[in-house]
């Protein structure tokens, strides 16, 4: 099995998770990302995902792909749910109540993702960050999502399901960016805890298949080097 991305960890780190929680086995493709800065579009297009992306057989061509023999899925969503049945149905909810939940929080968690992304890709980052960080936009970000994970373990119910991979993710970028931005989401701070202690999950982070940083590619105004490099601080 092939899972391709960029060099960075972004959407595809949900999809490394899953398959590290199921113990299952799969090569990396990494694309490099360097920092063009301001090179012109043609030099851009001349990356290698750009040079291979119409002539990969997948029918919506983006990055992540998972490649397995005959089976080309791409779009992150689609492989982690590839993936969950595949390895483990446990990861696939059943029943409705399940069923609702989980999708219902697919749409949540995108809006969580695609929030943080135009914050820290805009170069404005540090001002849009105090906004973030303001008590009552926090209660509209996260007041809902608190309240969910004070009624259920996982978004689904009692049991770790696909979704919470791609959530556990995000939340642990804004937690490096922000360390104590859910202490008043306690339902919040117990789920990303719970999720990263997980055995296999802990293994994996703490070896050199885990890469920290960066998050995102160059180009972001925040995440896309080592940040606590840059702050001089320990790593």
Not at 182 to 207: G, L
């Amino acid at each position: 099995m092939i899972i391709a991305y960029w060099n960075i960890r972004a959407r595809v780190e949900p999809v490394h998770l899953m398959l590290e929680y199921l113990g299952l086995d799969y090569e990396r493709k990494s694309y490099e990302l360097p920092n063009l800065g301001l090179a012109s579009q043609e030099d851009y297009l001349k990356l290698e995902w750009f040079q291979q992306k119409w002539n990969m057989g997948l029918d919506h061509p983006n990055l992540p792909y998972l490649i397995e023999g005959e089976v080309k899925i791409s779009q992150t969503t689609a492989v982690l749910k590839y993936i969950a049945r595949k390895g483990d149905r446990a990861l696939t909810p059943k029943r409705d109540t399940e069923i609702i939940n989980c999708e219902m929080a697919e749409g949540a968690v995108m809006d969580i993702w695609s929030k943080f992304y135009q914050m820290v890709y805009n170069p404005d980052f540090e001002n849009l960050k105090k906004a973030y960080l303001e008590t009552e936009a926090l209660t509209q970000t996260f007041g809902a999502l608190d309240k969910v994970l004070g009624k259920r373990k996982w978004l689904g119910g009692d049991f770790i399901k696909y979704i919470d991979f791609q959530l556990a993710e995000i939340l642990d970028h804004i937690i490096l960016m922000h360390g104590s931005i859910f202490d008043d989401f306690p339902n919040i701070k117990s789920y990303h805890e719970n999720f990263f202690s997980q055995s296999k999950i802990k293994v994996y982070r703490e070896s050199n298949r885990f890469k920290k940083w960066p998050l995102y590619a160059p180009a972001a105004t925040w995440g896309g080097k080592n940040e606590e490099h840059h702050k001089g601080t320990a790593f």
